[in-house]
Every structure is written in structure tokens, then in C-alpha cells.
């Protein structure tokens, strides 16, 4: 015993031989609707934004293409935003002064 289908207009039971609706009178061979092409587009458009932040949080920025002015090695010198920080031994720290120290911190303990 095979079992019934239902018409996608009305929603009803017909028996699994009819080409046609025996409520309606809607043929039987159209395919059920494919979805909202809306959503899957902005489904899409969100899994690309996911994937390139992803990709920008692992990789970061390029390195800088000109050499750091004070004649240090760090590549990414162009992204500092703050002015460098005096070692206090009138030089600047290597890192343009983030790079964190043990002020405060007793060495011989």
C-alpha cells in the first residue's frame, strides 16, 4: 500500500495515481516550492562577512612597507598610534614604547 501525497494548493490528501487534485483540481507534477531566494542570499552575504573576519583576526595587517624611523625591527610600525615612550634613559623602547616592564617589580625577591 502506497501512501497518499498532498496537493500544494489545498493541502489535501489525493491518491498516489491522480495527475490532478481530487479537492482542487491542481495538477500533481509541480514541484514544492524552493524557498525564499532572499534569504538565502543574505544567508550568503553573512557567511562571506563571517569567513573575511575571520581570515582579518587570524592574519592581521600587512606589515609596513617602509622602514620603522627610529631604525628598530618592528614591521608594523605604521599601525602605532601613540607617540613613542622615553625608556627613561633618554632612548626610546624598542617596540615604540608598549612593550611592557617590570617598574615596580623587585628583581631581587
Known amino acids: 500500500m502506497s501512501a497518499l501525497s498532498s496537493c500544494q494548493k489545498c493541502r489535501g490528501f489525493v491518491p ?3 495527475t490532478d ?4 483540481g491542481a495538477p500533481m507534477n509541480e514541484s514544492a516550492p524552493r524557498g525564499n531566494a532572499m534569504l538565502k542570499g ?7 562577512s563571517v569567513a573575511a573576519i575571520t581570515l582579518m583576526a ?14 628598530g625591527t618592528d614591521a608594523y610600525h605604521c599601525y602605532d598610534n601613540e ?7 633618554g632612548g626610546v623602547l ?16
Open 16 to 18: 498516489p495515481a491522480s
Open 21 to 24: 487534485c481530487v479537492h482542487c
Open 42 to 48: 543574505l544567508f550568503c552575504v553573512a557567511s562571506a
Open 58 to 71: 587570524c592574519y592581521g595587517m600587512p606589515p609596513c612597507e617602509e622602514p620603522a624611523p627610529d631604525g
Open 83 to 89: 607617540e613613542p615612550v622615553d625608556a627613561g634613559d
Open 94 to 109: 624598542p617596540d615604540g614604547g608598549t612593550e611592557p616592564t617590570d617598574a615596580g617589580v623587585n628583581a631581587g625577591s
